[in-house]
């Protein structure tokens, strides 16, 4: 099982269409959880931090689910601007703070 | 405040040069992270550096692969010789240790190995 996996998408969507994203990981000590955004031929950039009560920041919300270790991303309105790939990201447990990525899912958002 | 400077930002080459990408972390940030990024495997950990020490390297590929981090603003990665599978976009990310959860990525250099 690899250690982080993702919807392998592309999803291609509406303006105004609401998207999820999932993820699973494997490393049951992971303690840190995130989602960033990789634009076209750009770096990657924290999104959100995923907090097991779960988040919201806007139209974005992140969930986390530590007994089935899966993680979400749900996206509402989605707006042309969120064209871009979704990385979800997992730390190492206790003091490791190597972050692992998942391949990303590539989000189109259509007019 | 300057982010994360990498340089050069692409490389073309040819099998078998010295490639030497290099990366100026955000001041302050006393981790340094290098990734490398493929269509196939995606962003993978190559090594990152605690205060100028090297901490976990079990992601280089190989012995082609050498990285540096002489003080706390400037680090290099090396590959020698190259080959075309070497082609990539290697980043170069940094954080603090007051701020753990937060890497900043800088822009990338995307090599080519012909």
């Known amino acids: 099982r690899k250690e982080v996996e993702q919807d392998p998408g592309p999803f291609n969507v509406p303006e105004g269409a609401t998207v999820a994203f999932n993820c699973t990981y494997s490393?049951?000590?992971?303690?840190?959880f995130f989602w960033y955004r990789q634009d076209c031929r750009k770096e990657p950039k924290l999104l959100m931090s995923?907090?097991?009560s779960g988040n919201e920041d806007g139209r974005f919300t992140a969930q986390l689910n530590r007994a089935s270790q899966y993680i979400s991303l749900l996206i509402r309105d989605s707006k042309l601007s969120d064209s871009a790939t979704y990385l979800c990201?997992?730390?190492?447990?206790?003091?490791?703070?190597?972050?692992?990525f998942g391949k990303g899912t590539l989000l189109t958002v259509n007019p | 405040d300057a982010g994360v400077i990498q340089s050069p930002r692409h490389e073309v080459t040819e099998m078998g040069q010295e490639v030497t990408l290099r990366c100026k972390p955000i001041?302050?940030?006393?981790?340094l992270f290098w990734y490398r990024q493929t269509m196939m495997r995606g962003l993978e950990l190559l090594i990152y550096?605690?205060?100028?020490?090297?901490?976990?390297d079990s992601g280089m590929p190989e012995d082609r692969f050498s990285a540096k981090m002489p003080n706390a603003s400037f680090s290099t990665l090396k590959i020698q010789p190259s080959e075309p599978r070497d082609s990539a976009v290697y980043f170069c990310?940094?954080?603090?240790?007051?701020?753990?959860?937060?890497?900043?990525f800088g822009p990338g250099t995307r090599l080519t190995v012909l």
């Open positions: 990310a940094s954080r603090s240790s007051l701020v753990p959860d937060t890497q900043y």
């Open positions: 490393n049951s000590a992971s303690q840190s």
């Open positions: 995923v907090y097991s």
């Open positions: 990201v997992v730390n190492g447990g206790g003091s490791n703070y190597k972050l692992t």
């Open positions: 001041s302050g940030h006393d981790y």
């Open positions: 550096f605690n205060n100028n020490v090297p901490i976990d």
